[in-house]
Each structure stands twice: as C-alpha cells, then as structure tokens.
C-alpha cells in the first residue's frame, strides 16, 4: 500500500466550478501538508502548505487537513482554464539537520477547467 | 528572491553515453539540495539529496550519481546511460529551517 493515495483523475470541470482534490494517506506520523500545482512539461510550484490541523485560505484556494481521517483537500473556488494542471500534494513525518525536508508525494490529479 | 535553474532544458542522449545535469540555486545560502525523477504519468521519485557541499544521500540504488562541489550548485551524472533513465528530472531546494521544497524548471531526458 502506498503511503499517499491520489486519485489521477483526469478531472475535467467547467468553468467557475468548485473543485475539491483530495489525498488520502496511512503513515499517521505525518504533520506537515503541501499542494504543488505542475504545468505540462515545468516543474512544480509550492501553492500551499499547513502544518496543523483545519482550513488555511489563500485567495480562491482553501486547503483543509483532517489528520483523525487522515485526509486532505484542496479547494478551488471560481475555477478558472489558468488553472487546468496537475495537482500534487506532498507531506512529511519530520524535518532533521541531516535529512533535510523528507517529501512524500501523491501522484498528482490532472485537472481542466473548460471555458 | 531565490532562483533555481536547471540545463540543459531538453536532452537525447543514446544508450551508454555519459550524463552530466546542473542545477544552480541564487539568492540563498546553505540550501538542502533535492533531485527527483519524475515518469510520464507518475508521481516524484526522489534520488538523492544533500545537506551541505560533500554530503550526498542516495535514495535508490540505480545507475545515476549526484555531486554537490559548491554551496548553491548539485550535479547529477551517469557514466553510462540506461534506457530506463530516461524522465523529467527536477532539482528542488528547501531552507535549512523549512520544509518547503522549491522545484527548478526541469531537464526531460530522453534515451535512445
């Protein structure tokens, strides 16, 4: 069993919809949730990141973290054809001098927002 | 602001040919250093990573090799090249203090 499971979609939506993406995960040692946005053929972008349990908001975007379900979402309100890509979430059990920061990735959800 | 680059941007190589990957980090110092191979459809494999100048860490036994000779710049090569090598290859930092990892821009190597 993976230890991050994302559904690969792809997720097709028009235009002004809410979007929901999720990621579920097991290793409960996980504290620290991020979502990166990858354009085709670029590398991934730090859209978000939480280190607690609960809503973090920034602009159309909303992150939420259930760490008793193990779960985390990404909302997009009013989405837009800018923000057709492929959604990556990534979290970490801990952060050490001699590891440095120790991602686990989803495998991403391939998102279009249809004008 | 913080800058990663990555080059060469695109690549084909053929089987057996050497590889040599830059990636080169401004506007920072002492940065945890990261490369990652992604596959076409497929999430991020992380490679190898590094802490400080001289300090590598391999996560996959494989037919690559990473080198970091100075503070802002991290180097993965091969001597000679797989079939299977072939991918996205990104380099990404972090700050000594954070967990946010930044990505460059990526080299899609392609073997023949």
């Known amino acids: 069993q993976k230890e991050v499971e994302q559904d690969p979609g792809p997720l097709s939506v028009p235009e002004g919809a809410i979007v929901s993406l999720n990621c579920t995960y097991s290793?409960?040692?996980?504290?620290?949730f991020m979502w990166y946005r990858q354009y085709s053929r670029k590398g991934p972008e730090l859209l978000m990141y939480?280190?607690?349990?609960g809503n973090k908001e920034d602009g159309r975007f909303t992150a939420q973290v259930d760490k008793s379900s193990k779960y985390i979402s990404l909302f997009i309100r009013d989405s837009q054809p800018s923000d057709s890509a492929t959604y990556l979430c990534?979290?970490?059990?801990?952060?050490?001098?001699?590891?440095?920061?120790?991602?686990?990735f989803g495998e991403g959800t391939q998102l279009t927002v249809n004008p | 602001s913080q800058t990663i680059h990555q080059w060469p941007a695109t690549l084909v190589q053929p089987v057996g040919s050497p590889l040599s990957l830059e990636c080169t980090v401004e506007?920072?110092?002492?940065?945890?250093l990261y490369w990652y191979r992604q596959a076409a459809g497929r999430g991020l494999q992380l490679l190898f990573y590094?802490?400080?100048?001289?300090?590598i860490s391999s996560e996959v036994p494989q037919n690559l090799s990473a080198s970091r000779p100075q503070d802002r710049q991290f180097i993965l090569s091969s001597k000679k090249l797989l079939l299977s090598d072939s991918g996205f290859y990104l380099c990404?930092?972090?700050?000594?203090?954070?967990?946010?990892?930044?990505f460059g821009p990526g080299t899609r190597l392609t073997v023949t």
């Open positions: 990404a930092w972090s700050s000594q203090a954070a967990l946010e990892q930044y």
């Open positions: 939480t280190y607690s349990s």
């Open positions: 590094s802490v400080g100048i001289g300090q």
């Open positions: 290793n409960s040692a996980f504290q620290y």
């Open positions: 990534a979290m970490s059990a801990f952060f050490g001098e001699t590891s440095g920061s120790r991602l686990t």
């Open positions: 506007g920072t110092s002492n940065p945890n």
